[in-house]
Structures are given as C-alpha cells and as structure tokens.
C-alpha cells in the first residue's frame, strides 16, 4: 500500500467532549475517508481486463456458448474497474449517548450486537455488527490514539467482541480493491 494513502484519512472535528474524560462523555467526532484509497496503475487496470477476458471466456464455454453468461462477465468487469477509479469521499463520524452518525445515515445503538476493533497495518477501524441478517456491518476508520475514548464511548452502550479481518476483507487489502 502506498504511503500516502494512509496519511489524512482520519481527522479529529470539533467536539464538546473533554478529551481528558471518558465516563462522561457525550459525543466524540471525527472525519474520515470513506475508505482506503489504493493507487493502481496501469498495469492493475491491464490486470482485471485479463482475468476478465479469461473468466468471460472460460464461462462461455462452460456454459454452452451462452453469451448472455459471458457477458455478465464483461460488464461486471467494467463495474469494478469504474469502482476502482472512484475516489473516495471524506465522512464525519459521530458517536454521541444517542447513537451513531455516519455521515448522512444515523443508527441507533439497538441495531447493533456488538462493535470491535481492527487493527490493519498502520490503520485502524471500528466495525459495528447488526443485530439484522442482511444489513452489513458499518465501520469507519479512526487514528489509534483516539481508540480508548471511541471503547469507553461505544463500551456503555454495546459488548466489545474481540474479532480478526475476515478473510474477504484480507483479500481485498491484498488486490487493493
């Protein structure tokens, strides 16, 4: 991973928490990108478009020389690497006695089962579990000295679980997806 993509993703906003406090907090506040952003160059773009030549054309002929297989392919392919060129945007975290705002969507401490946090190299992040099937988990990258206030905070509304990257996740850091 590049460096730079680490640097800035995460700043403190302005909070009327006392940074000296953590039994009486009301709210901490930051702001962070959306996510980790990668720097791919060509040669990851030339990459995908082979894997997606290959995949397309090895689903071709599984599949009975059904284009329509093939093609969802392609376009897939092209999802992912329009995906990949976007650049994410900058979100303000709070976390307050009332729940949890992550940029424009806000949760309330009931949807979640538990929260952990993930140490990813230099980078870490909160992740939230839902009590819901199908809702995914909400995290947010923090700066690591921050993480006591954001586990004293969290830790009376919800169990802390302690949890590794999943193995999807490890991949993705891998391919910089």
Do not use: C
Not at 23 to 47: A, C, V
Not at 50 to 65: E, G, H, Q, R
Not at 103 to 132: A, D, W
Not at 142 to 170: C, M, Q, V, W, Y
Request: aromatic share 10%; charged share 20%; hydrophobic share 40%.
């Amino acid at each position: 991973m590049n460096p730079e993509s680490e640097k800035n993703l995460y700043q403190p906003a302005e909070s009327n928490d006392n940074p000296e406090s953590t039994s009486n907090q009301q709210s901490i506040s930051w702001t962070t990108s959306e996510y980790i952003e990668h720097q791919r160059g060509l040669s990851w773009y030339l990459l995908l478009v082979l894997i997606t030549a290959v995949l397309a054309t090895v689903i071709y002929f599984i599949a009975n020389k059904d284009l329509f297989a093939a093609g969802t392919i392609v376009v897939l392919g092209l999802i992912v690497g329009a995906f990949a060129g976007r650049k994410p945007s900058q979100i303000t975290v709070e976390l307050s006695v009332g729940g949890i705002n992550v940029g424009q969507r806000s949760y309330g401490y009931n949807l979640f089962k538990s929260f952990s946090i993930l140490h990813e190299g230099s980078l870490t992040s909160l992740n939230l579990t839902s009590v819901k099937r199908f809702m995914p988990p909400v995290s947010a990258y923090f700066d690591p000295k921050d993480e006591k206030r954001i586990t004293n905070l969290l830790g009376e509304h919800l169990p802390f679980e302690e949890r590794k990257a999943s193995a999807i996740d490890r991949l993705s850091f891998r391919l910089r997806i």
